[in-house]
């Protein structure tokens, strides 16, 4: 893999899963239709089953082993697998050094939605290799202990059908042009309302589009998705309250972040730093003078 911000994420997990020795499931608070986990394992895990949705995961560490469609597959630390619904499948450790790995399962309903009529993907191989795919998924399973933003995951759904799609050898029609109105009227409404949750039917009722249409026209038009251009007018606005000399903890609140952990994650993901050394560093300058 190479190393961009999706396989540093990956590194990470990996080292996390390396430390664990017990047999485990650690499964995340998620919306309706999908479902988060990390499973560790020693040995056999599962024997034979199918279940009713995608079973789309990143092997971080060990060998994977599993049957399916009627042959054996490995998947080695950075390599994803792509179960589809309704099919036979086992899986376990392909070693003793024991297996760890994160899953996401989607109802198929989840994404027909997102393909707007489109007929549902089919990946042929079951383990793929691809560094894009792989840092949209860690986006999803890299913060498992962390809800969802209802915002993230329409970008993340649009993004991860993309994936698939083109791994299944049906590329989606190109837009024919870019919706500027709508995209701009979604920017403005995001930067107006930073400081509370957002919800998609909100910009879908000023945009006029679909929640995942206008995730693909805003990233067509701001090369970012409405939930990271949220979360950024945020975090301006926090470095904004610092400089003043605000207290963190009533920063968090105020700029609308869920707790202060999760301000702390998303200033460090942003700016290489968390908010308290920030604060240090550009406090420090005028302190000095004025003593």
């Known amino acids: ?10 590194e990470g997990l990996g080292r996390l899963c390396a430390d664990a020795a017990q047999n485990c499931i650690i499964s995340a608070p998620d919306p309706a239709g999908m479902e988060r986990i990390e499973a560790r ?17 990143l092997t971080l560490q060990g060998v994977q082993t599993f049957r399916y469609r009627g042959a054996t597959r490995v998947s080695l630390p950075g390599q994803i697998i792509v179960l589809h619904p309704d099919e036979l499948h086992d899986g376990g450790a392909g070693t003793e050094d024991g297996l760890c790995y994160r899953m996401l399962y989607l109802e198929p309903s989840l994404m027909l939605d997102c393909l707007g ?33 209802e915002l993230f995951v329409d ?32 920017r403005d409404y995001l930067t107006e309302n930073l400081n509370r949750p957002v919800g998609s039917s909100e910009l879908e ?10 995730s693909r026209h805003f990233r067509a038009a701001f090369s970012t998705s409405p939930h990271r251009f949220l979360v950024m007018r945020r975090l301006q606005h926090a470095r904004r ?11 968090a609140v105020e700029a609308g972040f869920s707790d202060q952990s999760h301000f702390n994650r998303q200033f460090k993901k942003a700016f290489g730093m968390t908010p308290g050394r920030w604060s240090s560093l550009i406090r420090g300058p005028a302190a000095m003078a004025a003593a």
Not at 42 to 55: I, K, N, V, W
Not at 205 to 212: E, F, P, S, V, W
Request: glycine share 8%.
């Open 41 to 57: 394992f020693h040995g056999s895990a599962f024997d034979l089953h199918r279940h009713d949705t995608y079973a789309i995961g």
């Open 241 to 251: 309250m610092i400089m003043a000399g605000e207290p963190l903890a009533q920063i």
């Open 117 to 149: 009529g489109a007929s549902l993907p089919f990946v042929r191989d079951a383990v793929v290799t691809d560094d894009a795919f792989c840092a949209t998924l860690l986006s999803a399973l890299g913060p498992l202990e962390q809800e969802l933003d």
């Open 155 to 186: 970008d993340f759904l649009a993004q991860l059908i993309q994936r698939l799609s083109r791994h299944a050898g049906q590329p989606g029609k190109p837009m024919a042009r870019t919706a500027w109105q709508a995209a701009a009227a979604a």
């Open 1 to 10: 893999m190479s190393h961009d911000l999706g396989s540093q994420a990956f």
């Open 205 to 214: 009722a000023i945009t006029g589009l679909d929640r995942y249409a206008l």
